[in-house]
C-alpha cells in the first residue's frame, strides 16, 4: 500500500511540474484548478510545447508510460497533430537488468540453467528495452541463438500503473464531462490490451512463425526460426540473425548493398504483408530492421520482434485497394462512396459533401511531384478530416496507416527520389485483377471445394434411400425429401454464385480493356 501510495505521489509530482492538466484540458474551459495550480506551484515546467512536456514528463514516468505515449501516437483520430509527431519520437531507452535475473527467469521458465540448456549463454544483454531483453547463446547443436527474457515483476508492475491510469480516465470524465469525445478510458483499455499482448513471448513467437511460413519462399525478407523446445510466456529462443542495421546507411553502401533497390524492396515487402496475406509486421522501425550481407541471402531484409502485428479481413483489403487506386486516380467521389459502402461513415452522409472534404484534404498534396508525397501522411489528414463526419476509424487501419509511415520514410532514407506510388500501383492493380477477374474466381472455387466435396457424394445417397420406400416409414421419407430438397437448394446456389462470378469477371475483363484502350492506363 505505501509503496502504491508512493507510486501515485511520483506521477501526480511528474503531472503538476510538466502541468499536464492544462495539456489534458486544452480546447476546453480551462478549470480554477488549474489556474490555482499555476500560481501555487510556480516551478511549473509549462513554458514549452505542450507535446513536448508530455513527451518529457512519459519518460520520466518509466517504461509502461513511456509504451503508453508509443501507443498515442499511432491514434491520430484522438490526439493532435502536434502530440502525435512528438510522441512518436518516445523511444524504449532502459537499462538492462541483472544478468542473475535473467539467468533465474529462464530457469524457472525452461526447468533448467542456461548452462545445462546451452553450449554457451552470454551473460551480457546485446540488447534491452521496457518489456524484455536479449541474450545470445548456442545451442548444443552449434546453432546460433538469441533468447528474448521478460523483465522480472513486469505483471505486477502493469497492473498497479494501469490500475492509476484507469481510476484517471473514470475522473477525467467524471470531473470534466466535455473531456468524453477523447474516449479516455476506452484509450487506457485499448492500452491494456495492447500491452498484455506484448507480455505474452508466446504470442511474439506465434507472430514470428506466422511471418515466417507467409515468406517461406522469398527472396526479400528473412525471418528467424523459433525453438519451440525453449519458448514460454516468459522466455522464448529464437534463431540468430546476423546484419547490418537498416539505419547505417553508410555501413550499407560500402558493403554493396543497392540502396534504391533496397528501397523499393522494402515497399513491395509492405504491400504483400497487406494485401496478399492481410496480416503485417506493425512495428516496422529502423531498431527493428537488419540487412543481410551473407553471399547466399545479401541484400535481404531481416524482421526483428514481432510483438506488434496487423491483421486485415478481404473487406478491409478490398477497402483499401479501391481507396489507394482511387487517391492515386484523383477519384475523390469513389472514396467517399467507399467509406459509406463500407458502413464506417453513416448511411445518411452526404456523397457530395465527404467528397468535397477528401478533395479538400487531398488536392493541394498532388500539386507536388508523387515521389514527394507522404501517403501516411494523406491518411492521418483524412482520419483527422473524418471527425466531422462520424467515421469510425477502425483500429487495424490506424495500425496499418503508422505502418506505412514507419515503411515510408524508412524507404527515403535509402532512396531520396523514392516515388512509392510508382511502385505500388502496379502490385494493387496486379492484386485487384486477381480478386475480380478470372484469376479471383479460380482462387475462390478452390477455396469453396471442401464444401463441394461434401454436398456431392450426399446426392445420390439421399436419392437412393427416397426411393427406398419399403426401408423407410412415410414420415422418414418426408424429411429425406425435405433433406434432399435443402441440397438441391445448396447446389442453385452454388450454380448461381458460380455464374454470377463468371459473369463478372467477364465484365471487368470488358471493363479493364476498354479502359485500357481508351485512358492508356
Sequence with gaps: ???????????????????????????????????????????????????????????ELGPIFVKFGQVLSTRPDLMPPDIVAELSLLQDRVPPFPSEQAIAQ????????????????????????????????????????????????????????????????RLIERVWPDSRRLKPREVVAEFDKYLHDELDLM??????????????????????????????????????????????IERLAAAGVDLKKLSSDGVEIFFTQVFRDGFFHADMHPGNILVSIDEATF?????????????????DKDYLSQNFLAFFRRDYKRV????????????????????AAVRATCEPIFDRPLKDISF???????????RRFNVEVQPQLVLLQKTMLNIEGLGRQLDPELDLWKTAKPYLERWMAEQVGWRGMVERLKAEAPRF?????????????????????????????????????????????????????????????????????
Design 1 to 59: 500500500m505505501i509503496l502504491k501510495f508512493l507510486r501515485l505521489l511520483k506521477i501526480l509530482t511528474v503531472a503538476t511540474r510538466y502541468g499536464l492538466d492544462e495539456i489534458a484540458m486544452s480546447g476546453f474551459r480551462v478549470p480554477r484548478t488549474t489556474r490555482l495550480l499555476n500560481t501555487v506551484f510556480f516551478w511549473r515546467r509549462i513554458t514549452s510545447p505542450r507535446a513536448i512536456r508530455l513527451r518529457l514528463a512519459l519518460e
Design 106 to 169: 529462464i530457469t524457472r521458465s525452461l526447468g533448467a540453467h542456461p548452462d545445462e540448456l546451452f553450449a554457451t549463454f552470454e551473460h551480457t544483454p546485446v540488447a534491452s528495452a521496457s518489456i524484455a531483453q536479449v541474450h545470445f547463446a548456442t545451442l548444443k547443436d552449434g546453432k546460433q541463438v538469441a533468447v528474448k527474457v521478460l523483465r522480472p515483476g513486469m505483471n505486477t508492475t502493469i497492473g498497479e500503473d494501469l490500475a492509476l491510469m484507469q481510476t484517471a480516465a
Design 203 to 248: 504470442r511474439e513467437a506465434a507472430n514470428a512463425s506466422q511471418l515466417r511460413r507467409n515468406f517461406a519462399n522469398s527472396t526479400l525478407l528473412m525471418v528467424p526460426e523459433m525453438h519451440w523446445d525453449y519458448c514460454t510466456s516468459n522466455v522464448i529462443v529464437m534463431e540468430r540473425m546476423n546484419g547490418i542495421p537498416i539505419s547505417q
Design 299 to 315: 541484400g535481404r531484409y531481416i524482421a526483428l520482434d514481432f510483438g506488434i502485428v496487423g491483421t486485415l479481413n478481404d473487406f
Design 336 to 355: 467517399a462512396e467507399a467509406h459509406i459502402e463500407s458502413g464506417w461513415a453513416p448511411r445518411d452522409t452526404r456523397v457530395d459533401e465527404l467528397e
Design 376 to 386: 501516411g501522411q494523406v491518411l492521418l489528414r483524412l482520419f483527422q478530416t473524418s
Design 453 to 521: 466435396a461434401q454436398i456431392f457424394p450426399q446426392l445420390p445417397r439421399l436419392a437412393h434411400q427416397v426411393l427406398d420406400r419399403k426401408a423407410h416409414p412415410v414420415a422418414d421419407i418426408s424429411a429425406l425429401l425435405a433433406e434432399v430438397l435443402k441440397a438441391q437448394r445448396r447446389m442453385n446456389r452454388l450454380m448461381t454464385a458460380v455464374v454470377c462470378i463468371a459473369g463478372a469477371a467477364a465484365l471487368y475483363a470488358a471493363a479493364m480493356h476498354f479502359m485500357v484502350n481508351w485512358h492508356g492506363i
